[in-house]
Antibody
């Protein structure tokens, strides 16, 4: 049974940094691309970033490019999201999500974690 | 930039058929994906690659995609299906979500 658990959220001042973690279990992490998706309070879903199964490819939404970095440590069954220069508009629930296709990412999400809340506020 | 358009809300009586649409330029040439999100919960994939249902998703959920519109159909809608529904597509190595449709079952 696939299980994803995010952590690392919290309250941070504008301009600050935060590192989110996602620990995966129930499947072989190094066979799947992994994504981060966020949802601002009362708003819709917004894709943030993807990392390929082996970490060799990374892609980002334009809204976070240059400020956010995705990484993974397959030996630790974990995926990370390093968030720098945070803005108020980055306030959201951040979900870790598993890509639906073995090895080659097809950019859809067949399992989601419960999310971790990031609040950017002074 | 590429956009997917969904109606903000749809209402349906229990037992009837609900149709939720997702419009985008050339949508039929892409794969459509649909997610259900209930209040306070994470999204759940209900349709992938236009028409396929993941394991555990009831048969009353179905999908289609042609022209500029993808459609999620819920046949025999149940009260438990009341939720927000988001369509999603992949465009030039980026993920696009529709704005979401709130399905009310009453």
């Amino acid at each position: 049974q696939v299980h994803l658990v995010e952590s690392g959220g919290g309250v941070v001042q504008p301009g600050g940094s935060l590192r989110l973690s996602c620990v995966a279990s129930g499947f072989t992490l190094n066979n799947y691309g992994m994504h981060w998706v966020r949802q601002a309070p009362g708003k819709g879903l917004e894709w943030v970033a993807v990392i390929s199964y082996d970490g060799s490819e990374k892609k980002y939404a334009e809204s976070v490019k240059g400020r956010i970095s995705i990484s993974r440590d397959n030996s630790q069954s974990a995926v990370y999201l390093q968030m720098n220069s945070l803005r108020r508009e980055d306030t959201a629930m951040y979900y870790c999500a598993k890509d639906g296709v073995f090895l080659i990412a097809e950019y859809y999400f067949d399992h989601w974690g419960p999310g971790t809340l990031v609040t950017v506020s002074s | 930039s590429y956009e997917l358009t969904q109606a903000p809300s749809v209402s349906v009586a229990p037992g009837q058929t609900a149709s939720i649409t997702c419009s985008g330029d050339g949508m039929g040439e892409k794969f459509a994906y649909w997610y259900q999100q209930k209040p306070g919960q994470s999204p759940v994939l209900v349709i992938y690659q236009d028409t396929k249902r993941p394991s555990g998703i009831p048969e009353r959920f179905s999908g289609s995609n042609s022209g500029n519109t993808a459609t999620l159909t819920i046949s025999g809608t149940q009260v438990m299906d009341e939720a927000d529904y988001y369509c999603q597509a992949w465009h030039i190595s980026t993920v696009i979500f529709g704005g979401g449709t709130k399905l009310t079952v009453l």
